[in-house]
């Protein structure tokens, strides 16, 4: 009898984030204590205007056939309008707009939109595992690594990515939280000019998650990018799976030519709860409820990030996402393993990649009281590992 064996482009190792939560479900099942400060899900709900907006469209009959896979008119016409006031870009909600299920469907289905096996895709290092993962190694193509130095801010020497077919690229980051200045915007931006062959994308999943100046677009220097945005993190609302890519019109065609063939659209009400939300955007000033959830997500980075130091390790400070980056030694894994002893549960940095092998990843989306907690047992761990 033949043995299963499924296709070679599944022979990874287990995605990061699935195997942290195995993890975390084996202790909670054996009735241990732990703070997961592993993962990027928010603990605040969302606003009650996009919920109310979600079951305000269940009534309305369009929900319950199937959606287009480019995305509802009228959304895109709110995507349009918020793209312009948020960043002085103006685009065609027509041809320059697609709606996804969610910033990870999309980046991974636009890399198989653009990748033929064995071209070559760029990505940093360390970087979004979906990078490396769905939108290189699942597609057959070969890997090309931009390491991320601390010392230039965690920014890439991009000159390498000439001749790529794709390259990836995402500020605010993550995992590092590292912002993206103007300079490297521009120099981006004309790297994507220049390079007609090569498609930038760039994803800004974090765009609306900033403690200081509001992010800048790369569309702001360059009409020829696709850019990424979710709801997910803007919103508090990782499980609704609804997100949008708007850019260069050729690429975007290709992204919904992809998604005609793999999927059926992303759901009416959910497209509608992204649509409350941008619509109460006042040019660059979010709505009250997301300038609230900034506050307690900044608040907890500087406790956390205020314990971590007290311990001698050298934290990455910035200005942008709830997570905190931290390197701790050579390698990360004794860290790790000891917090898990003491009931904490981070983040490798090498789940990010090679480039992440030694640094650690918390995400502040937990209660304040899990953050104390976290907080004390970092102090009390210190560098005895």
């Not at 241990?32 to 592993?38: I, Y």
């Not at 997910?232 to 609704?240: L, P, Q, V």
Request: charged share 20%; with cysteine; hydrophobic share 40%.
């Amino acid at each position: 009898m033949s043995i299963f064996k499924p296709a070679n482009r599944l022979n990874l190792p287990a995605y990061p984030f699935a195997e942290l939560e195995r993890k975390a479900s084996s202790i909670r099942a054996s009735g241990g204590v732990l703070h997961d400060l592993s993962i990027g899900d928010p603990d605040l709900p969302p606003p009650q205007f996009v919920v109310d907006a979600i079951k305000a469209s269940l009534d309305d009959p369009a929900a319950h056939v199937y959606p287009s896979s480019r995305g509802n008119p009228e959304v895109r016409e709110s995507v349009a309008r918020w793209f312009k006031g948020r960043f002085g870009v103006s685009v065609d909600p027509k041809t320059q707009i697609c709606i996804s299920i969610g910033g990870k469907e999309a980046l991974s289905q636009f890399a198989r939109a653009i990748v033929n096996p064995g071209e070559t895709v760029a990505f940093p290092d360390p970087c979004y595992p979906v990078f490396r993962r769905a939108g290189t190694f699942m597609l057959d193509a070969n890997p090309l690594k931009l390491p991320l130095d601390p010392q230039n801010g965690f920014l890439p020497d991009i000159k390498p990515a000439k001749g790529a077919r794709l390259l990836f690229i995402n500020y605010p980051n993550n995992p590092t939280g590292a912002s993206a200045p103007d300079s490297f915007l521009m120099e981006l931006g004309k790297f994507t000019d220049d390079n007609p062959d090569t498609s930038v994308a760039y994803d800004m999943a974090y765009s609306e998650m900033t403690f200081g100046a509001p992010s800048r677009s790369l569309l702001e220097f360059t009409p020829n990018a696709v850019e990424f945005h979710s709801l997910s993190k803007m919103a508090n609302a990782t499980g609704y799976r609804i997100g949008f890519a708007v850019g260069d019109p050729s690429r975007i065609s290709a992204l919904v030519r992809v998604k005609e063939e793999m999927d059926s659209g992303a759901p009416l009400p959910f497209q509608r709860a992204l649509q409350t939300i941008l619509d109460r955007y006042d040019g660059t000033t979010p709505p009250p409820e997301l300038t609230a959830n900034r506050a307690v997500y900044y608040s907890r980075k500087k406790r956390l990030e205020a314990a971590i130091k007290e311990t001698g390790f050298e934290v990455f400070e910035t200005d942008a996402t709830f997570y905190s980056w931290f390197r701790v030694g050579v390698t990360e894994v004794p860290y790790i393993n000891r917090l898990v002893e003491s009931g904490l549960l981070l983040t490798p940095g090498s789940g990010f990649g090679e480039g992440g092998i030694g640094w650690v990843r918390a995400s502040v989306t937990a209660p304040d009281s899990a953050i104390d907690a976290a907080a004390e047992i970092i102090r009390q761990i210190g560098t005895d590992i």
